[in-house]
Each structure stands twice: as C-alpha cells, then as structure tokens.
C-alpha cells in the first residue's frame, strides 16, 4: 500500500531483481514482465500513485536490460469502476507520461523495451455502451499521444473484458487511422 492515498498500491519485489534476472538470462530467458497496477477513481490515481509505479516500471526495466533481458513494462489501468471511456483515455495518457519520464530518467533504451497497456475501455460498472471503434480511437489516440516512435512494439494486455472483447477490439485497433 501507499501511505496516505486512497487505496492505491505499488509492486515489490525490486531488491534483489538483479540476481534474478542474471539467473533468468543464464537459463535461457530473453525477456521479463513486470505489473504495476492503477485504479480510476473520483481522486485515483494519484500523482504519488503513479510517479511511484513508472519509478518502479523503469527500475525493474533498468535492471532487466542490465542483465541482457527485454523489459516488458505494464502499467495496468484497470476497467474497475463507472468511469466513462473520456475519463479513461486521459487517465490512460497521464499514467503512460509518467512512465515514458520515469524511462528516460532511468536511462531504459527504448528501443530495447516492450509496452503493454490496457486498451482504453470505460469501466465496467459504466452505463454507457461503446463500440470496438470507439475504444480503438481511444487507445490509439493515447498510445499516439504519448509512446515514443523509439519503442519496437505493443502487446496489449486484456484484463476485464469478455473472452471476445480483446479479439474484436484489436481488430478495431488494426483498423483505426484516427492518429496515423
């Protein structure tokens, strides 16, 4: 937990990340995954809550490319809530600036990393319906916004949607021209 936000968290688990990965890489692993997870609320996240996890995301990257492994950096907004799908673009864009700076200040080689977001989704509890091409628009329109050219590639991760939903939305992804 961190002291003095709302609920908010942040993973551990760094300390001795180092040794692991030397391991990791000595058995034959080329890249490693690392979560931290964010939640939209009415105060969520915070600026503490997320400068925290992109410290912790370019840390863990740091270190994986120390050892010779590609980072793969997820930071995880999650679809908990009744948040609009505006609401989670621009929660989505904040959370990916902090942790582009925190890269860069950690001195990760971008080209050298992998991302894997959230796609933009309202959350569940939300009344509002959106299509595939909506949420396209939003996710590539943030990703647009704020990812670098630099890194190689995306792999988005599929958390709280139906067991349909990522396939339909990717597709919808693949098709969005909306910041191309």
């Known amino acids: 937990p961190?002291?003095?936000?709302?609920?908010e968290s942040t993973t551990q688990g760094l300390d001795d990340l180092s040794q692991r990965?030397?391991?990791?890489?000595?058995?034959?692993?080329?890249?490693?995954?690392w979560r931290c997870v964010l939640k939209i609320g009415k105060n969520t996240p915070s600026y503490?809550?997320?400068?925290?996890?992109?410290?912790?995301?370019?840390?863990?990257?740091s270190i994986c490319q120390m050892n010779g492994l590609v980072p793969i950096v997820?930071?995880?907004?999650?679809?908990?809530?009744?948040?609009?799908?505006?609401?989670?673009?621009k929660v989505t864009e904040t959370v990916l600036a902090f942790v582009y700076k925190?890269?860069?200040?950690h001195h990760v080689y971008l080209e050298g990393t992998l991302l894997k977001p959230n796609m933009v989704t309202a959350g569940q509890q939300c009344s509002a319906k959106y299509t595939p091409e909506q949420v396209a628009t939003a996710t590539v329109t943030a990703l647009?916004?704020?990812?670098?050219?630099?890194?190689?590639?995306?792999?988005f991760l599929s958390g709280g949607q139906?067991?349909?939903?990522?396939?339909?939305?990717?597709?919808?992804?693949?098709k969005c021209t909306a910041a191309k």
Do not use: W
């Open 21 to 33: 990965c030397a391991q990791y890489k000595k058995d034959g692993c080329d890249f490693a995954k």
């Open 162 to 174: 139906t067991e349909e939903d990522p396939s339909v939305h990717l597709d919808a992804i693949n």
């Open 144 to 155: 647009s916004r704020t990812m670098p050219a630099a890194v190689p590639g995306v792999t």
């Open 2 to 7: 961190l002291m003095g936000s709302e609920g």
């Open 74 to 89: 997820e930071p995880e907004v999650l679809p908990d809530g009744d948040h609009d799908l505006d609401r989670a673009q």
């Open 102 to 105: 925190a890269l860069s200040d």
């Open 48 to 61: 503490q809550g997320m400068l925290e996890n992109a410290n912790v995301l370019a840390r863990y990257a």
